[in-house]
């Protein structure tokens, strides 16, 4: 997935000859707490937020280019970067929002916290079933019966629970994928469960092959 398709196209802007009593009126009637700074080709140079128009009122002054932040100071990301560097910056320098550019610098949308907490929600909400079959698809010649029996004996020696592969597959029926990550301790030992599990079906299917 990249940053186009989880980014806001829905955005408003401001110049920086903008007066802040206009910038500030629009901002409110579009409810943006932030927003680029751009000029008249829609190429950044800045970046403001409802605080820096608080601060711009308090301290007198009177236009955009009088408060904003300049472009170097700006964190931002391509269209065509991976949505997951969308989420890391956001994380690491706590942003509300970031704009996105093209390969001319044009300000194409912005990406909000509010639509990476949406995307990743979406992904919680996955039936861990439908990991496992992308999962069977991958394991050519491995089939679903096969797959299960290995993820019981996987189950059983982390928990010490004994399952059977039909009780499993019900499990991850009705299971979601953020319930299995709160499960298992955590997005990494999940995935190394899964692993795991690969690992020992196809050791299972060439050891019976050789017999």
Do not use: C
């Amino acid at each position: 997935m990249k940053v186009k398709e989880i980014m806001d196209k829905d955005f408003v802007s401001v110049s920086p000859q903008q007066g802040l009593e206009e910038a500030s009126l629009k901002m409110e009637k579009y409810r943006k707490f932030t927003t680029p700074v751009v000029d008249e080709n829609m190429k950044l140079i800045g970046w403001i937020t409802t605080l820096d128009i608080t601060r711009g009122f308090r301290e007198g002054k009177e236009t955009i280019q009088e408060i904003m932040h300049n472009k170097q100071s700006v964190h931002h990301v391509h269209e065509n970067d991976p949505a997951r560097l969308a989420v890391l910056e956001s994380a690491k320098h706590k942003l509300v929002s970031m704009p996105v550019l093209n390969d001319e610098g044009i300000v194409v949308g912005l990406v909000r916290t509010y639509d990476i907490v949406e995307n990743l929600s979406q992904l919680y909400e996955i039936k861990v079933y439908k990991i496992f079959k992308a999962m069977e698809q991958e394991l050519k010649g491995v089939s679903w019966d096969e797959l299960m029996e290995a993820a019981a004996i996987i189950t059983r020696r982390r928990t010490g629970h004994r399952i059977k592969p039909e009780e499993y597959e019900q499990r991850i029926r009705e299971s979601t994928f953020g319930e299995a990550i709160w499960a298992t301790g955590g997005l990494e030992k999940f995935f190394v469960g899964l692993i795991a599990i690969g690992e020992l079906v196809i050791a299972r299917k060439v050891a019976r092959a050789r017999k």
